[in-house]
């Protein structure tokens, strides 16, 4: 399988806990988006990487938030001190370098703060 | 604020006919325009793009229109079939902003027998 791989698929976790998401780009593109979809609603863009280089972070993606992506290959969302708003689909999308082709999504990961 | 909208949240539509899909942008700099098909408990799949230098593209059932000078681009699906059913994603991006994705709310397209 060469798409866009997310881990886990679903987390259920307890309010002011931490939890971590991976995401497994397609191997041949260095471009990598963090989104998160709430209910109703599109995804909205959280932050993105060139290679291992985070470029832009939206003003959704509070201090609590942290990206990496280590070597340019895999990447991690990592949320401390979660919060019952923080529940949501965070989706995972790679692209190639300089092209305005398609992003390619993977399947999410559905997070519930109880 | 929201840069795309999809002012229809749902859509119904007959087996075998036209399902028209609408979509409006704010951001002039916007210069490539996408329309992703969601499942549920999936991640968006893409279905069909358009560049800013274009006003039409094809594939198969699929056509997506642009009007760029009234920031409105349209998705038409001829004809319709019980597979279609989904969440219907319009997108937008541009060199101006790294290509990242401006969506809109989606319409749920629901295709009868």
């Known amino acids: 399988d060469t798409g866009v791989s997310q881990n886990p698929r679903h987390k259920i976790t307890k309010r002011g806990q931490n939890v971590t998401f991976r995401c497994d780009p397609i191997?041949?593109?260095?471009?990598l988006y963090w989104y998160r979809q709430t209910l109703g609603q599109g995804p909205e863009f959280l932050t993105y990487?060139?290679?291992?280089?985070?470029?832009?972070k939206s003003r959704l993606l509070s201090d609590r938030f942290s990206a990496e992506r280590p070597k340019g290959s895999f990447s991690t969302l990592e949320i401390q001190r979660t919060e019952q708003g923080d529940s949501a689909m965070y989706l995972c999308?790679?692209?190639?370098?300089?092209?305005?082709?398609?992003?390619?999504f993977g399947q999410g990961t559905r997070l519930t703060v109880v | 604020d929201q840069q795309v909208k999809q002012n229809s949240p749902s859509l119904s539509v007959q087996e075998g006919r036209i399902s028209i899909l609408n979509c409006d942008y704010t951001n002039s700099m916007f210069d490539y325009f996408l329309w992703y098909k969601k499942y549920p408990a999936e991640g968006p799949t893409f279905l069909i793009s358009i560049s800013s230098i274009k006003d039409k593209n094809e594939d198969g059932r699929f056509t997506v229109f642009l009007n760029k000078s009234a920031k409105h681009l349209s998705l038409h699906i001829v004809p319709s079939q019980p597979g279609d059913s989904a969440v219907y994603f319009c997108?937008?991006?541009?060199?101006?902003?790294?290509?990242?994705?401006?969506f809109g709310a989606g319409t749920t397209v629901t295709v009868r027998a």
């Open positions: 990487f060139q290679n291992e280089a985070q470029l832009e």
């Open positions: 191997s041949e593109h260095n471009r």
């Open positions: 999308a790679s692209t190639e370098r300089g092209s305005s082709t398609e992003a390619f």
């Open positions: 997108a937008a991006s541009g060199r101006g902003n790294d290509y990242k994705l401006s």
